[in-house]
């Protein structure tokens, strides 16, 4: 075995069992303050619905919660340890002042029915994150109120068909490109519109001629990432708007890889009609190992009077509040007002940057996406020779003659002390390496990045079998996922 | 900018190694009619500092140091420090989901963990890593029992968080799902001969919560077996999670749809929450959401992996069982570790001293003014009827910086001049004697006027 791995080595972490596993009866991590009310007979009170037993749930004491929460987070990796570079994802650096700020006393207790007039805090907040949001986006309105970016979608296309469904009819179509991520053909299921797929060009576009082709009357709305999910900007955006709104349609798009426009070219000016914004991608929200999420929805002017309810307004004495009286709205999608904890997070993000920040954090993704395109040319395949924006994909072409594929390299580069890009996605690109380093990357953490891909390859090359069994420095080797479906295990039982 | 890692002298360094004379080409793939050429309308960078100050006057706008009476879905309860302690662990807040399972077994067994709690404590069989909130765990919920009884229709208790019922509606409306709504009776739960009258062989699921809008506890036993002779599914929504330490949960339901925020999470002005979605083993491929399992490497050790993906929308695209991707991962491990903090015993005496507590100020508040649905169980919610309007009598609480209960009027225009109020550990007596005794002044002041105008008439 080859040994470059300059970034990672070997350390040792703690072993650790199921939390049930530590418990035994007695022990206590909690403590109440005595009661200044009568105590009550619960029997009485609750009669039959009283419970009296809570099962195998654990009684440990907090030493044993901290050693084994800390135990198991050492067996993570994280933004915090190096680079992430799973492409779409945008796993940029998460400031740690906005985990401050989300924390202030005022804010962090705050109830969502609390007056307005003791919410005028939180309603500011909201405010100006929309006003930044807006005119990030170049577009007219926007609602904060979905929980993630799928969410979003879902928030997207309900506005759609009710912006159909005022001009007499909801449309039946959803056209989706043959390169977009799960949750857009999901989100149309969801809504009730038939998908219909639109291939893409040889450039890894959409194929104008092809859409000319199918749009119609029919067609409710395209639903388009841009940039791609190639990292692809789609050069013919223009000719997409001027098609979609020709016959009636709508554009959305799926700001998932805003990260590569921000500052520099605005949605809103190109045609888009909606759009969702991942607070947690491009507005640095931290993504926990899985959510909260945040999904924003921008829209033109025409797409207002649809808004989810209630939206924020300014009354007549200067105070924000709450608007419910929308009567073409498509009702809520989410109980309260949406995930503010992260509107305040995405908030203190782009106060931080400034115009001049967020500019500068846009051209250095794109950047350094392009230093990690420069530097792996050659060693894999780059199946679509386009320029790249914040992305890159390439393909496991080359290695795939050895019988090794995109998730063998995946497992591989852990041991070199990275996270893995994302595998197997879009699916326009058979055994796809698709990485986006993101702006948080110096130049040496992607040279250490390149020359691990490239010893990859090589190994490839030298000793297939060692890279098909890797990883080989983790604390557990593969895991046996088909097992784990056949026969789920999806919770503890005392045994 | 100081979140960026480079210099300038770096940057001119990659644009040479790239080939590119200047940033510029890099954005030549954008005609050139769209670049932006100005600097974005966003306030301008701000010190570290200077971004502190700003959210702390936010903060001191917003209602800082009030004590509440608020609940109705989002519950002020005690959050014991190590929560944050553990989950500002960057491992944990700046992990992705974790798809690749050997660099992540740190957020897979803590889910894993959450699961097998939520089951425990929900009396299900299995439970998935997290929905975004209560809300949309109830409609997803809902969905599923759609899919299960191959039924469409669906009827809701009134008796349901009118916010959960509106998300529903929303959802329902576009899957073209006719909701029928049954209502509550003077006992303030869910009237069964209505819902008898309105469950069918159309029925896919009865939608409850329990403690239900009202904290009324419901009967579950009576409605699950109105909802099983029809062969419709039974969907218990459970807004107070905290009430799962004393009260029984709904083992008859056949899926219960719940919101962890009770469970060590910040009211945060409304989110991020904690939706979760528990069920029957025999119903999980039905289900949303993503699942993590148990399974072993290639040495037989014990490991996890996130499971059942052919069910999700990254595998299954439009035929998928719902489009979630994101879910609450960092706020379910906040919940996880507030579970095992308290654990078997804790849960109950935190529960019992969130009963004690509502019980205290239902009777005092009882004294003065008509606190309804007395004669069935609650939980640490009640509803107390005014004479005079509960927004008026909020108006003189918030002047001794208490927020009284939530006002119904909105919600339930025939419950009058009511309020929904909420007792948790945190409520100490002597904010509850306050607020019942300014309560008790609006009653007797409101008297005193009616008294004062008969004599007028009587003059």
């Known amino acids: 075995m080859k040994s470059v791995t300059r970034k990672a080595t070997r350390h040792v972490n703690q072993n650790e069992g199921l939390i049930f596993e530590k418990s035994s009866a007695g022990k206590a991590a909690w403590k109440l303050p005595p009661l200044d009310v009568p105590e009550v007979d619960t029997q009485k009170l609750l009669g039959s619905s009283e419970r009296k037993d809570l099962g195998n749930m654990p009684e440990v004491s907090e030493i044993e919660i901290i050693r084994h929460f800390t135990r198991l987070s050492t067996w993570n990796y994280a933004i915090d340890l190096g680079m992430y570079p799973l492409g779409s994802c945008t796993m940029k650096y998460n400031p740690r002042v906005n985990e401050v700020v989300s924390r202030l006393e005022g804010l962090a207790n705050g109830h969502p029915y609390q007056p307005e007039k003791v919410s005028q805090g939180a309603l500011r907040i909201i405010k100006t994150l929309s006003e930044c949001l807006i005119e990030i986006t170049g577009m007219d309105a926007i609602t904060l109120q979905p929980a993630a970016g799928a969410h979003g979608e879902l928030t997207g296309l309900l506005l759609v068909r009710a912006y159909h469904q005022s001009k007499g009819h909801p449309r039946k179509k959803i056209l989706i490109p043959d390169s977009a991520h799960g949750t857009n053909p999901a989100t149309a299921a969801t809504v009730g519109y038939a998908v219909e797929n639109l291939k893409s060009d040889a450039r890894g576009m959409v194929d104008v001629a092809a859409l000319a082709a199918q749009m119609n009357e029919d067609v409710a709305a395209l639903m388009l990432t841009n940039p791609n999910t190639l990292g692809v900007f789609e050069q013919d955006i223009a000719k997409i708007a001027d098609l979609m709104h020709a016959k009636g349609g709508l554009l959305y798009m799926d700001g998932a890889n805003m990260n590569a426009l921000v500052g520099k070219v605005r949605p809103g000016d190109f045609g888009v009609d909606l759009m969702h914004l991942n607070l947690h991608k491009t507005f640095s929200t931290p993504h926990g190992g899985g959510g909260p999420g945040s999904g924003p929805v921008a829209v033109k002017k025409i797409l207002e009077p649809f808004l989810p309810k209630p939206v924020l307004i300014t009354k007549a004495d200067g105070t924000l509040g709450f608007e419910y009286d929308r009567p073409q709205s498509v009702g809520r999608v989410r109980a309260f007002y949406g995930n503010f904890g992260m509107f305040i997070r995405a908030l203190a993000y782009t106060l931080a940057n400034g115009p001049d920040g967020l500019r500068q954090t846009t051209e250095d993704a794109v950047l350094n996406a392009n230093y990690i395109r420069k530097g792996l040319e050659g060693a894999y395949d780059l199946p679509y020779s386009t320029p790249s924006m914040h992305e890159v994909v390439f393909s496991d072409k080359l290695q795939g003659k050895k019988g090794v594929h995109t998730m063998d390299i995946a497992k591989r580069l852990i041991d070199y002390g990275f996270h893995p890009y994302t595998t197997a996605f879009p699916l326009i690109v058979p055994g796809a390496l698709m990485i986006e380093p993101t702006e948080s990357e110096s130049t040496e953490e992607m040279d250490l990045f390149i020359e691990a891909m490239r010893s990859i390859a090589q190994e490839v090359e030298e000793d297939p079998e060692m890279v098909l069994a890797a990883p080989h420095t983790t604390r557990v080797s593969r895991l046996d996922e088909v097992a784990a479906a056949r026969k789920p295990v999806l919770r503890w039982k005392p045994s | ?459």
């Open chain 2, 1 to 459: 900018m100081r979140y960026l890692p480079k210099s300038p002298a770096d940057r001119e360094a990659i644009l040479k190694a790239i080939g590119a004379r200047s940033i510029d080409d890099l954005f030549a793939p954008i005609p050139a009619e769209y670049r932006l050429n100005r600097d974005l309308k966003v306030p301008r960078q701000m010190a570290e500092s200077e971004l502190v100050d700003w959210f702390r006057e936010r903060s001191r706008e917003n209602g800082d140091g009030y004590a509440t009476f608020l609940g109705a879905g989002a519950y002020y309860h005690y959050r014991p420090v190590i929560i944050d302690s553990l989950i500002s662990r960057g491992e944990f807040l700046t992990a992705y989901t974790p798809y690749q399972a050997e660099i992540s077994q740190g957020t897979l067994q803590s889910i894993f963990e959450f699961q097998s709690m939520i089951c425990e404590l929900t009396g299900m069989e299995v439970a998935n890593a997290s929905m975004y909130d209560g809300s949309t765990a109830a409609a997803e919920a809902v969905m599923m029992a759609v899919r299960l009884t191959g039924r469409r229709s669906v009827v809701v208790a009134r008796s349901l968080h009118p916010e959960y019922r509106e998300v529903l509606a929303t959802y329902a409306f576009h899957q073209g799902m006719p909701v029928a709504t049954a209502g509550f009776s003077d006992t303030g739960r869910l009237d069964l001969k209505e819902l008898e009258k309105s469950v069918d062989q159309n029925t896919a699921c009865v939608l409850i919560q329990s403690p239900n809008f009202f904290g009324t506890i419901e009967d579950v036993d009576a409605v699950a077996e109105i909802a099983h002779k029809n062969g419709a599914m039974l969907v218990v929504s459970i807004a107070e999670a905290v009430s799962l330490g004393i009260v029984e949960p709904p083992r008859q339901a056949d899926i219960i749809a719940m919101e962890a925020q009770s469970f060590g999470v910040p009211l945060g002005f409304g989110g991020p929450y904690c939706g979760v979605i528990a069920t029957r083993e025999k119903y999980v491929r039905q289900m949303p959401g993503r699942l993590v399992g148990q399974t072993t490497d290639r040495n037989g050790k014990r490991g996890f992996v996130l499971t059942l993906a052919t069910r999700e929308q990254h595998i299954r695209r439009e035929k998928a069982t719902s489009n979630i991707c994101t879910n609450q991962a960092l706020v379910a491990l906040m919940a996880n570790i507030f579970m095992t903090i308290y654990g078997r015993v804790g849960l109950r005496e935190l529960a019992k001293q969130n009963l004690a507590k509502a019980a205290y100020a239902a009777q005092q508040f009882g004294k003065h003014a008509k606190v309804l649905f007395s004669g069935s169980p609650r939980f640490n919610e009640f509803v107390v009827q005014t004479s005079e309007d509960p927004y008026a009598i909020n108006g003189r609480l918030l002047g001794h910086k208490i927020v009284g209960g939530l006002p119904l009027k909105k919600f339930y225009p025939e419950l009058g001049n009511a309020a929904l109020w909420c007792c948790t550990e945190m409520t100490t007596r002597t904010i509850i004697d306050t607020a019942v005794g300014l309560v008790a002044e609006s009653e007797r002041s409101v008297k005193s006027a009616k008294e004062a105008d008969v004599e007028e008439v009587a003059r």
